[in-house]
Nanobody
Framework: QVRLVESGGGLVQAGESLRLSCAASRMLFSRYDANWYRQAPGKQRELVAS???????NYADSVKGRFTISRDNVENTIFLQMNSLKSEDTAVYYC?????????WGQGTQVTVSS
C-alpha cells in the first residue's frame, strides 16, 4: 500500500521558518509530479508548490520568494522549506504525488503561525 507521511509542522511565530517533509513508501516520488497543498479552516484546499518530473517548480503567488519545494530522490522524500511565515500561512499542509490519473495524498500536518 502506497503511503505518504508528512512531518515537520508545528506552532511558530510570524517571521520564523519551518521545513515540512513528506516521505513516500511503496512508490517512487521521482516518477511523479510532487505537490504541496494547504487547507485553512473554512477555505478550499489550494495548491502551494509543485516540483514537476521534468525539473521545473511552480509556486502560488502568495508564497513566491518565501517557500521552496525540493526533492531528495535517494531518500524518496519531498520537502517544503517555508521562510518568513505569516499568520495567513496557517493551515493543514498536504503532500501529493500525481501521474496522469493516479494520485496519492498524505494525511496532512498542521502549521500554525501566530502573529
Amino acid at each position: 500500500q502506497v503511503r505518504l507521511v508528512e512531518s515537520g509542522g508545528g506552532l511558530v511565530q510570524a517571521g520564523e521558518s519551518l521545513r515540512l517533509s513528506c516521505a513516500a513508501s511503496r512508490m517512487l516520488f521521482s516518477r511523479y509530479d510532487a505537490n504541496w497543498y494547504r487547507q485553512a479552516p473554512g477555505k478550499q484546499r489550494e495548491l502551494v508548490a509543485s516540483a514537476l518530473i521534468g525539473g521545473s517548480t511552480n509556486y502560488a503567488d502568495s508564497v513566491k520568494g518565501r517557500f521552496t519545494i525540493s526533492r531528495d530522490n535517494v531518500e524518496n522524500t519531498i520537502f517544503l522549506q517555508m521562510n518568513s511565515l505569516k499568520s495567513e500561512d496557517t493551515a493543514v499542509y498536504y503532500c501529493n504525488a500525481r501521474l496522469r490519473q493516479t494520485t496519492y495524498w498524505g494525511q496532512g500536518t498542521q502549521v500554525t503561525v501566530s502573529s
